[in-house]
């Protein structure tokens, strides 16, 4: 954006544009990254935790997975206008109930969820308002946790997970099909060790697997600003791709940022729910946040750099192309020179000394030779200088 200040817009009434104006907004559209429109369905004034459909958006998928060591439940629920008596008991002390919830425009699903599950009215709404930052509520028989999770595509895409910690279960609300619990689910159907752990451990591997989802894209950045920099330094401008990978950047901060405090106010806040056990977990999760922020702060620096070495290597180029204007308009300012002596209209029948080559014989190819060796003549001089070569 703050390249727009170099072009000011033609103001008329007219449809025509200025050259710089479109070559800006193509540089401008570039750059930005995809953003989702803020809309609050709620009206304003109202009641704390009004939950409201989106009229547009009213699919729900739900999936309850219940396991233990020694059992496996995976269930897949159709919307029902009483969907709470679909809804499984968790009361069960033995086994781990997971509510996996997609789509999140369906207000009235929501509500049967909350009220079957006991979860506070302002955590559903924000549950249904898909804009929070990542954080961490703790309530007083279930725990509130919500972070970004990025998509798989190549522009920064994310969408809202939002997770219920309760007595044994789970639930976990998501705008969209496709996620990164996939590997989660198949550890459950594998029989590995997350069979044998309690509610608080599977609630802590939904946060790692979102965390250790910006790995990759930094991993992806990070190749990406080296060959910029390799392109930059062969000449070729690369300025738009450093400043999408910057907004980029500031994006990734920006979130993983939020889920540092969101783990760091888990960790400070001792909750009955999360076992000692699963708390050094959570602690793997934050140090990873940390990691996190440390790599993307390296990569801002380095495209600092970059755009500093863009800047400096175009100010190369064009003294290489003022270098070669002077060298021709040098080699070419003695023949002008010539030419511009012959050209003056002094007639030689006056005078025998007015231009008296005019009369030899082989007086145009004597000038003409003259030119060639003066350029030949400052070529040589110009290459023994140096000056003609990388």
């Given at each position: 954006?703050?390249?727009?200040?170099?072009?000011?817009?033609?103001?008329?009434?007219?449809?025509?544009?200025?050259?710089?104006?479109?070559?800006?907004?193509?540089?401008?559209?570039?750059?930005?990254?995809?953003?989702?429109?803020?809309?609050?369905?709620?009206?304003?004034?109202?009641?704390?935790?009004?939950?409201?459909?989106?009229?547009?958006?009213?699919?729900?998928?739900?999936?309850?997975?219940?396991?233990?060591?020694?059992?496996?439940?995976?269930q897949r629920i159709e919307m029902h206008p009483k969907l709470h008596t679909q809804l499984q008991d968790h009361s069960a002390e033995e086994a781990v109930l997971w509510l996996d919830?997609?789509?999140?425009?369906?207000?009235?699903?929501?509500?049967?969820?909350?009220?079957?599950?006991?979860?506070?009215?302002?955590?559903?709404?924000?549950?249904?308002?898909?804009?929070?930052?990542?954080?961490?509520?703790?309530?007083?028989?279930?725990?509130?946790?919500?972070?970004?999770?990025?998509?798989?595509?190549?522009?920064?895409?994310?969408?809202?997970?939002?997770?219920?910690?309760?007595?044994?279960?789970?639930?976990?609300?998501?705008?969209?099909?496709?996620?990164?619990?996939?590997?989660?689910?198949?550890?459950?159907?594998?029989?590995?060790?997350?069979?044998?752990?309690?509610?608080?451990?599977?609630?802590?591997?939904?946060?790692?697997?979102?965390?250790?989802?910006?790995?990759?894209?930094?991993?992806?950045?990070?190749?990406?600003?080296?060959?910029?920099?390799?392109?930059?330094?062969?000449?070729?401008?690369?300025?738009?791709?450093?400043?999408?990978?910057?907004?980029?950047?500031?994006?990734?901060?920006?979130?993983?940022?939020?889920?540092?405090?969101?783990?760091?106010?888990?960790?400070?806040?001792?909750?009955?729910?999360?076992?000692?056990?699963?708390?050094?977990?959570?602690?793997?999760?934050?140090?990873?946040?940390?990691?996190?922020?440390?790599?993307?702060?390296?990569?801002?620096?380095?495209?600092?750099?970059?755009?500093?070495?863009?800047?400096?290597?175009?100010?190369?180029?064009?003294?290489?192309?003022?270098?070669?204007?002077?060298?021709?308009?040098?080699?070419?300012?003695?023949?002008?020179?010539?030419?511009?002596?012959?050209?003056?209209?002094?007639?030689?029948?006056?005078?025998?000394?007015?231009?008296?080559?005019?009369?030899?014989?082989?007086?145009?190819?004597?000038?003409?030779?003259?030119?060639?060796?003066?350029?030949?003549?400052?070529?040589?001089?110009?290459?023994?200088?140096?000056?003609?070569?990388?």
């Amino acid at each position: 954006m703050a390249a727009k200040r170099y072009f000011r817009r033609k103001q008329n009434d007219g449809p025509s544009r200025t050259w710089g104006t479109i070559v800006i907004r193509k540089f401008v559209r570039k750059v930005r990254p995809k953003r989702q429109v803020f809309r609050r369905r709620t009206p304003i004034a109202s009641p704390p935790g009004t939950v409201r459909s989106d009229t547009k958006n009213l699919d729900v998928k739900l999936r309850q997975i219940r396991f233990s060591k020694e059992h496996l439940e995976d269930q897949r629920i159709e919307m029902h206008p009483k969907l709470h008596t679909q809804l499984q008991d968790h009361s069960a002390e033995e086994a781990v109930l997971w509510l996996d919830v997609v789509g999140v425009g369906n207000g009235d699903a929501v509500g049967q969820i909350g009220q079957k599950f006991g979860l506070h009215s302002l955590a559903l709404e924000d549950v249904v308002h898909t804009h929070q930052r990542s954080k961490y509520d703790d309530y007083e028989d279930h725990i509130f946790f919500v972070a970004r999770m990025l998509k798989s595509t190549d522009t920064i895409e994310s969408e809202q997970v939002s997770l219920f910690l309760g007595s044994g279960f789970v639930i976990s609300f998501q705008e969209l099909d496709g996620d990164c619990f996939e590997p989660i689910r198949e550890r459950i159907r594998q029989h590995t060790r997350i069979r044998g752990q309690q509610a608080d451990y599977l609630f802590y591997t939904m946060i790692d697997a979102i965390i250790d989802g910006y790995f990759p894209r930094l991993e992806a950045i990070g190749a990406r600003l080296e060959d910029i920099e390799e392109k930059i330094l062969n000449l070729q401008d690369e300025i738009a791709e450093v400043y999408d990978l910057r907004r980029e950047l500031m994006w990734i901060r920006k979130n993983v940022w939020q889920l540092r405090e969101a783990l760091q106010s888990m960790m400070t806040h001792e909750h009955p729910l999360i076992s000692s056990g699963t708390r050094t977990y959570m602690r793997d999760c934050h140090d990873h946040t940390v990691q996190l922020i440390e790599v993307v702060e390296v990569f801002r620096d380095q495209c600092a750099n970059l755009r500093d070495l863009s800047l400096a290597m175009s100010d190369v180029k064009a003294n290489e192309v003022m270098k070669t204007l002077t060298i021709f308009a040098t080699i070419f300012m003695p023949m002008s020179f010539v030419a511009g002596v012959y050209g003056m209209n002094f007639d030689n029948k006056v005078s025998a000394w007015n231009m008296p080559e005019l009369e030899w014989t082989y007086g145009y190819p004597y000038a003409l030779g003259l030119m060639a060796a003066i350029g030949i003549a400052l070529l040589i001089y110009f290459w023994k200088k140096g000056w003609l070569k990388d």
